[in-house]
């Protein structure tokens, strides 16, 4: 590794060519093509890595940048270079592919990097050519159009303007009324912009399934999976998957629900949608500190923890990689990434005083841990796995905190771990939801907006029959509650993923609660795994039990009935 000093901001950004990158990547494959022998292919490869992750973490760094200063006029430009680019630049990456898959010394190869590599060069094969990089691009303006929606809400409430996310504090508010009319103003949001949201889905559907039509699929459901690197179930597993979900978790949240209603001294049968936003009729938890004593909160809490996460979130800290608090121009949101080159994750937040702030300092935090103590596999494309993988790392990491929440939310904290907890369970009808409507969706591509929201309804009154919505809320009445949820636009048949994450983060938090020095020392050589296995394959090596396998979400979720029962729900 160099630069071993080196501080985010002091990361130079290299102007990108198109033309040299063409010119390169050209090359490469000509290079490839006439290495004859292992050793002279290895050579190419290791060259044409190494090349590629310098190229990565330029455009990784050049979108930091941007979304920590939107405001930044070369870094804007810079930013919507690299976007009309990367299309461009896939067809480069499958031309060598296609070379790679076919190379005489591949046996080798496999031998070296296991079989499972090419599966994934393989995969990326099926789901991208040429003939579909028109429907791609049109794909990406839809969904940022759909992005542009949402950000620009602008809610009047109370004498004040208000986006989407800050309306959320309201719908959570004790004040039964002030929960009732902000759930309201956000429908109406909608209302104002169904046909247009609308509109822009029915697009991306027929788009998407064209796409998958021109590369010889039946529908866009074999290509959305193949797209997430799926290579080890498929949508039949997940089907029955979702089965088990409705069979086994569906009563358990219901029964979470009514005891809620009693919590909060509202009958069930009188309950809205807005009164679930309420934990606790004392509020819900809130960080005792500013963000600067949640970093510090958090300093100590990994350094308990353990080794390695002591020295990782120093590591963090030292190389300025960051970036939490909201600042004017930055980005909405949250997300993890990694610095390829550097061998360094980075964490953007935007912390508003809310448990948000200390989920960011839990999970993304277990992203980039993962990141960290996978830093040095190789070849890099097996430092990070598929999507459902990840977030294990990250939502495992959210109950690995919990013996040091009382840092964040001093005398609350016990109802944040119950209230985490329910959520986390009550998570689950919701998600398949989610992923049965896109299912429905991809099979039926020329249906209604009416027909889809037909069908929404239909299945969100199967796993969430508790949620009755007030008059007022036109479009969440008629079943267009998934318009507000982004990834049925950009991320297709992506959010099962961390439905079946949280299946196996269960698995953790119950371990944890028998033995933790056990539990870390399991999680710990997850993470190190990368992504050297597929889904199915990587919970089989790290003694997890299977979703995907009949029973086992019954008997993921039954030990967690007694941690809900060790909670006093009287005294919150
Ligand atoms: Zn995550």
């Excluded at 198109?18 to 490869?45: H, P, R, T």
Aim: with cysteine.
């Amino acid at each position: 590794m160099k630069n071993v000093d080196l501080k985010f901001e002091q990361i130079p950004i290299k102007k990108i060519s198109l033309k040299n990158v063409e010119k390169k990547m050209m090359s490469f494959i000509e290079q490839l093509k006439a290495a004859k022998d292992y050793k002279s292919g290895l050579k190419v490869i290791n060259a044409f890595e190494k090349y590629s992750s310098k190229f990565q973490t330029n455009v990784t760094v050049i979108s930091i940048r941007y979304s920590l200063n939107t405001t930044d006029k070369a870094i804007a430009k810079a930013q919507d270079e690299v976007d009309e680019m990367m299309p461009l630049i896939s067809n480069y990456i499958n031309m060598w592919n296609k070379v790679l898959v076919k190379v005489p010394y591949r046996a080798e190869l496999e031998k070296k990097f296991s079989p499972y590599y090419f599966k994934m060069i393989e995969n990326s094969l099926k789901s991208f050519d040429e003939k579909i990089i028109p429907e791609l691009i049109e794909i990406n303006k839809l969904s940022s159009q759909y992005d542009r929606i949402m950000g620009s809400a602008q809610i009047e409430y109370k004498g004040q303007i208000y986006n989407i996310p800050q309306m959320g504090k309201f719908s959570k508010s004790k004040l039964r009324e002030e929960r009732r009319e902000a759930s309201i103003k956000i429908d109406e949001f909608f209302q104002e912009h169904e046909a247009e949201i609308g509109d822009i889905y029915s697009k991306l559907v027929l788009l998407r399934d064209k796409a998958a039509k021109k590369l010889g699929y039946k529908d866009f459901t074999e290509l959305g999976y193949l797209s997430l690197g799926r290579v080890d179930y498929d949508a039949k597993m997940v089907e029955k998957y979702r089965k088990q979900i409705a069979e086994t978790v569906v009563p358990v949240a219901q029964k979470l629900y009514k005891s809620q209603a009693k919590r909060i001294g509202i009958p069930f049968k009188k309950m809205y949608s807005y009164d679930y936003n309420l934990m606790y009729l004392s509020g819900n938890p809130e960080p005792t500190g500013d963000p600067e004593y949640l970093v510090e909160s958090a300093t100590k809490m990994y350094h308990e923890m353990s080794k390695e996460s002591g020295e990782f979130f120093d590591f963090m800290k030292e190389h300025h990689l960051l970036d939490l608090v909201a600042r004017p121009g930055k980005q909405p949101g949250g997300y993890m990434t990694f610095l390829d080159e550097y061998k360094m994750p980075f964490i953007f937040s935007n912390f508003n005083g809310t448990e948000h702030d200390v989920n960011v300092l839990t999970h993304e935090v277990g992203h980039a841990f993962q990141g960290y103590l996978s830093r040095n596999i190789k070849p890099s494309d097996f430092r990070s796995p598929t999507l459902e993988a990840c977030e294990i790392h990250s939502m495992s990491m959210e109950f690995f905190a919990w013996p040091w929440v009382q840092l964040f939310f001093g005398k609350d904290a016990d109802k944040y771990r119950y209230g985490h907890l329910c959520d986390s369970i009550e998570f689950l009808p919701y998600g398949i939801t989610i992923d049965e409507f896109q299912h429905w969706v991809y099979a039926h591509p020329t249906a209604t907006h009416e027909e889809r929201c037909k069908a929404y309804q239909e299945i969100e009154r199967r796993y969430t029959p508790h949620k009755v919505y007030p008059e007022e809320m036109k479009v969440a009445n008629h079943g267009g509650w998934w318009l507000r949820q982004s990834h049925v636009f950009g991320s297709p048949f992506y959010y099962i993923d961390y439905t079946l994450a949280q299946v196996c983060a269960f698995q953790f938090l119950v371990e944890m609660t028998k033995n933790r020095e056990k539990a870390w020392r399991k999680y710990v050589k997850l993470c190190k795994c990368g992504g050297k296995y597929p889904f199915v394959e990587l919970l089989k090596k790290n003694h997890l039990r299977n979703p995907f396998e009949d029973g086992n979400v019954a008997k993921v979720i039954k030990p967690l009935k007694k941690i809900l029962n060790s909670f006093d729900e009287t005294k919150f």
